[in-house]
C-alpha cells in the first residue's frame, strides 16, 4: 500500500514539511510506502476552464499536475499538506489540486484522503475545510486524527515544538494506516466499491 503526501509550501524542509514527516514515519512504521511529493516553485497555471481534459485525461498544461495525477494511479491514499496564508491554503496548492481534481478526478475516487495545515497563529481550521471539499466532492473517506490536522510555528524548529501537533500527525498516520487496511481486507473479502450515479442540475430554466 501506498501514500502520497504532497507539499503545497513554497519551503521544500519547513514547518509544513516538519507536519508532514511525522505523518510518514508513521506510516512507514505501520508498514505503509510513502512518497513525498514538493509541488515545487516552478510557474504553476490555474485551470482556464477549457475543458480539454474531458477528452484525453489530462490537463492541457503538461507539468508537475500531470506528472502527479499519474503517479496517483497507483496511490492508495494522500496526505496534502499546506502552509496558511490569510485564513487559506497556499494559492499554489490550490492551484495544483483545482487541476489535478479536475482532470483526472477517477484516479482518487474512493481512496482515503487528509489535509495537513501549519500556521503560525490562526487559519487552519478554515483552511483544513478548504482542502477537505476536494476530498467530499470525489467520493473519498476523509481521514482525521485527535485533533484538527494542524501544527503550530514560524518555522521548522518551531513546529517540532509543537508536541499537540505532533501527536495529532502520529495519530492521523495510524489513521490512515488502519483504514488502508481495513479497505484492502474488505476487498480481499470480495466488497465492491459502490457505484455512484452522478446526474448535473442546471438551475437556469
Same mark, same amino acid.
Given at each position: 500500500?501506498?501514500?502520497?503526501?504532497?507539499n503545497?509550501?513554497?519551503?521544500?524542509?519547513?514547518?509544513?514539511?516538519?507536519?508532514?514527516?511525522?505523518?510518514?514515519?508513521?506510516?512507514?512504521?505501520?508498514?505503509?510506502?510513502?512518497?513525498?511529493y514538493?509541488?515545487?516553485?516552478?510557474?504553476?497555471? #490555474?485551470?482556464?476552464?477549457?475543458?480539454?481534459?474531458?477528452?484525453?485525461?489530462?490537463?492541457?498544461?503538461? #507539468?508537475?499536475v500531470?506528472?502527479?495525477?499519474?503517479?496517483a494511479?497507483d496511490?492508495d491514499?494522500?496526505?496534502?499538506?499546506?502552509?496558511?496564508?490569510?485564513?487559506?491554503?497556499s494559492?499554489?496548492?490550490?492551484?495544483f489540486?483545482?487541476?489535478?481534481?479536475?482532470?483526472?478526478?477517477?484516479?482518487?475516487f474512493?481512496?482515503?484522503?487528509?489535509?495537513?495545515?501549519?500556521?503560525?497563529?490562526?487559519?487552519?481550521?478554515?483552511?483544513?475545510?478548504?482542502?477537505?471539499?476536494?476530498?467530499?466532492?470525489?467520493?473519498?473517506?476523509?481521514?482525521?486524527?485527535t485533533?484538527?490536522?494542524?501544527?503550530?510555528?514560524?518555522?521548522?524548529?518551531?513546529?517540532?515544538?509543537?508536541?499537540?501537533?505532533?501527536n495529532?500527525?502520529?495519530?492521523?498516520?495510524?489513521?490512515?494506516?488502519?483504514?488502508?487496511?481495513?479497505?484492502?481486507?474488505?476487498?480481499?473479502s470480495?466488497?465492491?466499491?459502490?457505484?455512484?450515479?452522478?446526474?448535473?442540475?442546471?438551475?437556469?430554466?
Amino acid at each position: 500500500m501506498k501514500v502520497i503526501l504532497v507539499n503545497g509550501s513554497s519551503h521544500k524542509d519547513g514547518a509544513t514539511a516538519r507536519m508532514l514527516k511525522e505523518v510518514e514515519n508513521t506510516l512507514n512504521s505501520e508498514g505503509i510506502e510513502t512518497i513525498n511529493y514538493f509541488i515545487g516553485n516552478d510557474p504553476l497555471r #490555474d485551470c482556464i476552464g477549457c475543458r480539454k481534459c474531458k477528452d484525453t485525461g489530462k490537463c492541457v498544461f503538461d #507539468d508537475q499536475v500531470n506528472e502527479f495525477t499519474k503517479m496517483a494511479e497507483d496511490a492508495d491514499g494522500f496526505v496534502f499538506g499546506s502552509p496558511v496564508y490569510y485564513a487559506h491554503p497556499s494559492a499554489r496548492l490550490l492551484s495544483f489540486m483545482d487541476r489535478a481534481f479536475y482532470s483526472a478526478g477517477s484516479v482518487f475516487f474512493h481512496k482515503p484522503a487528509a489535509a495537513v495545515l501549519s500556521a503560525r497563529r490562526a487559519g487552519c481550521t478554515a483552511s483544513y475545510d478548504v482542502i477537505n471539499k476536494y476530498f467530499g466532492i470525489t467520493s473519498m473517506p476523509i481521514v482525521t486524527s485527535t485533533y484538527w490536522n494542524q501544527g503550530f510555528g514560524n518555522n521548522k524548529d518551531e513546529s517540532s515544538e509543537d508536541v499537540e501537533g505532533l501527536n495529532t500527525m502520529r495519530n492521523l498516520g495510524k489513521n490512515m494506516a488502519w483504514l488502508l487496511k481495513s479497505l484492502k481486507i474488505a476487498r480481499e473479502s470480495g466488497l465492491e466499491e459502490p457505484k455512484n450515479d452522478f446526474e448535473r442540475l442546471n438551475f437556469i430554466r
